[in-house]
């Protein structure tokens, strides 16, 4: 095993993603290529696969978590589930999601909650402190706000977030600026 390089339990490996040792990341994860996932993040891949794209950020106590669904006589689904997370997302500080899908170039700001019900689609963003618990697909550039989680629709797609990562891995690419509570890209 390579110095570094963050693993789960399985021996997994996250190729050319940044997974800091303080983050929590169980069961059966695939980090796309140049994916931050910051400390004290939790990915928990319990009723099935996560499958995360590449380019996403998973800021601070962000928790992503296919959870087993209860049933009525109080036991578990034991259907696995895959949730899939596309690229280009940012997930801010205290955000929860459950959903089995979740597009490309969305936000989940800060402590808001998406449900496994929920799917949100591509270009969405979901406001701080907003809560989704409905069975529902969120169109495209849907942007969610305020105590009463109103909605409406971005004019125009929200642009790939490429120069931040360009930064970022720039930064880091040099191995001696690399902190050591992070893996190795």
Same mark, same amino acid.
């Given at each position: 095993m390579s110095k570094g390089v963050k693993t789960t339990a399985s021996g997994q490996k996250f190729p050319g993603a940044v997974v800091?040792?303080?983050? =929590? /990341?169980?069961?059966? /994860? =695939?980090?796309g290529a140049g994916t931050v996932v910051h400390p004290k993040a939790y990915i928990h891949a319990e009723a099935g696969p996560i499958v995360i794209g590449e380019n996403n950020i998973f800021e601070e106590q962000v928790v992503i978590h296919n959870r087993l669904q209860p049933v009525a006589d109080g036991e578990s689904a034991r259907d696995p589930k895959v949730m899939v997370i596309g690229s280009n997302n940012v997930f801010e500080v205290g955000s929860h999601s459950e959903a089995l899908v979740v597009g490309d170039c969305n936000t989940l700001e800060a402590k808001c909650f998406v449900s496994r019900d929920t799917r949100v689609s591509n270009g969405c963003v979901v406001g701080a402190k907003c809560c989704? =618990?409905?069975?529902?697909d969120l169109p495209e550039n849907m942007? /969610?706000? &305020?105590?009463?989680? $109103? $909605? $409406?629709?971005? &004019?125009? $797609?929200?642009a790939v977030r490429g120069s931040c990562w360009g930064f970022f891995l720039f930064f880091f690419s040099d191995k001696s600026r690399m902190d050591k509570r992070c893996c190795e890209m």
């Open positions: 800091c040792q303080e983050a =929590t /990341v169980k069961g059966d /994860v =695939t980090i989704l =618990t409905a069975d529902e942007v /969610v706000f &305020g105590e009463q989680n $109103r $909605r $409406r629709v971005q &004019g125009e $797609r929200p």
